[in-house]
């Protein structure tokens, strides 16, 4: 990725938290203070000594702003069923360094045998924290969906970097239209953004709270 791949991704970051703080303040303050170097650097430790390659600058960039997200309890959460506050995303969680780097590492055997046969990826986004199953990985050449349901599955890049993921965000959210991403569209719920599919809510509980950005 180039300087200018990550001065992208650092100002659509910054327009991406500036937005959350005003509409979606839950969801502002789920996000983790930018990681350390040395967890930055712990991570990137293993995917060198298992894969022989390191972190992209450009998600380096993202986690020196921001370290990953975390689940907050809302006074809602209990009653009207689960609001994942970090969810922000239209693909999920953004993940810790450690995070990131399980799937991949998990496709190592026991005798060092690599069942991905050397692809080179990170999966900085994640259904969930625990970044097992489904996700966006990182290559050279872009952004794009993996999964692990039946043996590792890679699609075609979406997104050429993540820095044109984050401006396509920002795009939905500030000018639209609302599926300029996919049928999941950016709604409010509890002060938190969760895009969704109207036709088919993941929040069965809490969608009639939930209002479309647009």
């Given amino acids: 990725m180039t300087t200018e791949h990550v001065e992208r991704t650092a ?3 910054r327009q991406l ?3 959350l703080r005003v509409h ?3 969801s502002h303050a789920s996000i983790l203070s930018p990681a350390t170097e040395a ?3 712990e ?3 293993h995917l060198r000594h298992y894969c022989g390659y390191g972190f992209p600058p450009e998600l380096v960039a993202l986690w020196t702003m921001a370290g990953g997200v975390q689940q907050l309890d809302i006074d809602e959460y209990d009653e009207e069923g689960e609001v994942d506050t970090g969810r922000f995303l239209p693909h999920g969680l953004l993940l810790t360094p450690s995070q990131s780097i399980r799937p991949r590492l998990a496709g190592f ?4 045998n690599d069942y991905w046969e050397g692809a080179q990826w990170a999966a900085p986004f994640g259904n969930y924290s625990e970044a097992a199953d489904t ?3 990182l290559s050279a050449d872009g952004l794009g969906k993996w999964s692990s349901y039946e043996g590792m599955f890679m699609e075609e890049p979406l997104y050429p970097s993540i820095a044109a993921y984050l401006e396509a965000v920002n795009r939905t959210l500030g000018e639209g239209p609302a599926d300029l991403m996919g049928r999941k569209v950016p709604g409010i719920v509890y002060g938190c953004l969760i ?3 109207p036709q088919r809510p993941r929040l069965d509980e809490t969608f009639a709270d939930w209002r479309p950005v647009h």
Avoid: K, M, N
């Fill in 109 to 112: 055997d026991r005798q060092g």
């Fill in 135 to 137: 996700g966006l990985y």
């Fill in 43 to 45: 991570a990137e430790g």
């Fill in 195 to 197: 895009w969704q599919d």
């Fill in 17 to 19: 938290t500036e937005w």
């Fill in 39 to 41: 967890e930055i650097e």
């Fill in 24 to 26: 979606a303040p839950t």
């Fill in 11 to 13: 100002t659509a970051w």
